[in-house]
């Protein structure tokens, strides 16, 4: 059996286009990664950058995999 599952991420549309500021894009998906801890120091303050997501506990940037991974144990 193979384990499925990604982080939500959210994707405007053209029939509804979301108008997103910095600060409400990072609060935005703060929210969602409140549920995942970070593999190295297990604090639940990530964040997603443009193509990482980081820690804001230990200052580490990692990939989507591997926050997953870390949070299937």
């Not at 599952?5 to 053209?14: V, W």
């Not at 969602?32 to 230990?58: A, D, Q, T």
């Amino acid at each position: 059996m193979m384990f499925i599952y990604s982080i939500p991420y959210d994707m405007p549309t053209k029939k509804n286009p979301i108008t997103v500021t910095e600060a409400s894009y990072f609060a935005n998906d703060r929210e969602k990664l409140s549920m995942f801890k970070c593999p190295k120091c297990s604090e639940y303050l990530l964040y997603r950058g443009v193509v990482y997501i980081g820690c804001f506990g230990c200052l580490s940037y990692f990939s989507e995999q591997d926050i997953i991974l870390a949070n299937i144990e």
